[in-house]
């Protein structure tokens, strides 16, 4: 659904967030004081900034936590509940899976490794004077 917004409704939308969150998102392009209409370019640039505050808005607050992020945005009651269902399956999601690798290490080439060293394995063979060796020992004390 598109929801239709004017350039003053992003700077209320600014406002009411606090100066606090307003002072980690991107700022607002300046406001033309000329009512002549705004060259498509200009326009354009616009456009691009409002939404790189929107998008930002929307990342800190992607529960729609924030009220006035979701009056602006329409949302009802029903959408932020879904959003937030949705955002509460990724999380149970992202848990469960850094639960299931728990355990494992990276090491410097990529590979995965247990993070528990294996004991090295008894080694095979016994030398002629009764010590344990490889068969290569065998063969030479033969």
């Known amino acids: 659904q598109t929801v239709l917004r004017r350039y003053t409704d992003f700077a209320q939308l600014r406002d009411k ?3 606090d969150v307003a002072a980690l998102l991107p700022t607002l392009p300046p406001k033309s004081m000329v ?3 705004l060259s498509s370019r200009a326009l354009q640039t616009r456009q691009v900034q409002l939404a790189a505050f929107l998008t930002e ?6 529960r729609l936590e924030n009220a006035p992020l979701a009056e602006f945005l329409e949302a009802t009651a ?3 509940a879904a959003v937030r269902t949705v955002m509460d399956s990724h999380e149970r999601n992202r848990v469960e899976d850094s639960e299931a690798r728990e355990g494992v290490a990276a090491d410097p080439q990529g590979f995965s490794q247990p993070s528990e060293p ?3 394995s008894e080694p095979s063979g016994s030398g002629a004077n009764g010590s344990a060796g490889t068969p290569l020992d065998d063969i030479r004390e033969m």
């Open 78 to 80: 029903e959408d932020v």
């Open 118 to 120: 294996t004991p090295p």
């Open 17 to 19: 967030m606090g100066t």
């Open 35 to 37: 009512t002549v209409r």
């Open 57 to 62: 808005a929307v990342a800190m607050f992607s």
